[in-house]
């Protein structure tokens, strides 16, 4: 069996980092297909930041956010609640095995998930298996190998050498974004619309919040474990890590950037 591990795991600095998520930051390629009354799954919705956001701008249609984490599900459920949404809700489930008939959804969407899986190609399927005959399915992933960064700095070179083994080591493709047009060819899409957008965090506050956050992922989430467990990384070299993830935040004239891939696909 192919091994499958969620690179990232979910320590409090890396749900922090996920909660900034939106429709418009983080899936705005997506925004026309969220029409009032629309229908839509959205696939390893993790804390559901993005989610709820869809279901604010569907409403009334449904909208069901679905990841393989309990506490998760239960933390996006509770940001529903603190929302007023009762247009949505968040189940525990399998992106190989949707719980739901064929031709359910009007979107399927799936925001950094086919980077984390073994097979994104099945995953793919079931997502296009859920999709009404006239509905999209929607996916965006980074591409780590080009991230980039200003001023040079060796510790997030390290950063990047040792998240990529790890990604990698996990079963995961920690590119996938440049992937995702050729996957769904394969998984039988026959119209298949592919761009890409990037993340940019110059300014000082968000050099803080993204900097600060992996200052400590790269000691306390999973990420971490998995590097010194596989043998990719000391706990020393991982200190370093993060010392330069504060150093990148305290420059004025610190810049990084992370390219994604998205597609749209029908057909």
Excluded at 171 to 179: E, H, L, M, T, V
């Amino acid at each position: 069996m192919t091994r499958e591990s969620y690179t990232h795991g979910h320590h409090p600095s890396v749900v922090r980092s996920h909660s900034w998520r939106t429709v418009e930051n983080s899936a705005s390629y997506l925004a026309d297909a969220l029409v009032p009354g629309a229908s839509v799954l959205d696939v390893g919705c993790g804390p559901g930041t993005i989610t709820v956001d869809i279901a604010e701008r569907v409403a009334p249609g449904r909208v069901v956010g679905m990841d393989s984490s309990i506490e998760i599900v239960e933390q996006a459920a509770g940001l529903a609640k603190e929302r007023g949404l009762t247009n949505v809700e968040f189940l525990v489930g399998n992106a190989y095995a949707l719980d739901f008939p064929n031709e359910t959804f009007d979107v399927v969407h799936a925001h950094q998930v086919l980077q984390h899986v073994a097979r994104p190609v099945d995953v793919l399927r079931e997502m296009r298996r859920v999709r009404t005959a006239g509905g999209v399915v929607g996916a965006r992933d980074v591409v780590y190998g080009g991230t980039i960064w200003y001023p040079e700095n060796r510790g997030l070179d390290d950063w990047l050498r040792i998240l990529l083994q790890v990604h990698y080591g996990n079963g995961g493709d920690p590119n996938a974004g440049r992937s995702l047009k050729a996957w769904a060819l394969e998984a039988g899409y026959t119209d298949v619309a592919a761009d890409a957008s990037i993340w940019c965090f110059a300014s000082d506050e968000d050099r803080e919040w993204w900097g600060g956050n992996w200052s400590q992922r790269a000691l306390y989430s999973q990420f971490a474990k998995d590097a010194v467990a596989g043998g990719f990384a000391t706990a020393r070299e991982l200190q370093h890590i993060s010392e330069a993830w504060l150093e990148y935040v305290t420059q004025p004239n610190a810049w990084y950037a992370m390219p994604h891939g998205e597609i749209l696909a029908r057909g």
